[in-house]
């Protein structure tokens, strides 16, 4: 089976998490996720990870820690999610390729839609974002 290698970003600003909604263009739509995509051949993680940023989201940002990866099984692949703790570097973000975006506190992160792929990450950030929110 595929295995594919994404990069995500947990953006943390005034104490929230940002989440992105997925669109009726993209796969899996009306679904959260954490914004990131694929990593393309010859590139390195971060490198993706503000590619993709500014791709989304038209913003730029501060990579500061990256965390555990996540493996997900889906029918046709697998995903390995390899997320980082970032902070905004430039302009206010806008939901380029996303329906819509939002900012929410540790305990509204159990509470929506996540992509199947980006739940298990969403349980990490929200029993350990005391660790992060100094960001």
Known sequence: MMRIRVCCAVIIHNNKILAAKR??????????????????DGECERSCLHREIKEEL????NIHTQLPSFLHTYADKNIELIPFICTLSSQTPI?????????LNATQLTQMNWLPAD?????????NFARFSFI
Do not use: D, R
């Open 23 to 40: 669109s009726e263009n993209m796969p899996h739509q009306g679904f959260w996720e954490f914004p990131g995509g694929k990593i393309e």
């Open 58 to 61: 038209a913003c730029g940002i």
């Open 95 to 103: 939901p380029v390729e996303h329906e819509q975006i939002t900012w």
């Open 119 to 127: 739940i298990q990450l969403a349980g990490y950030i929200g029993e």
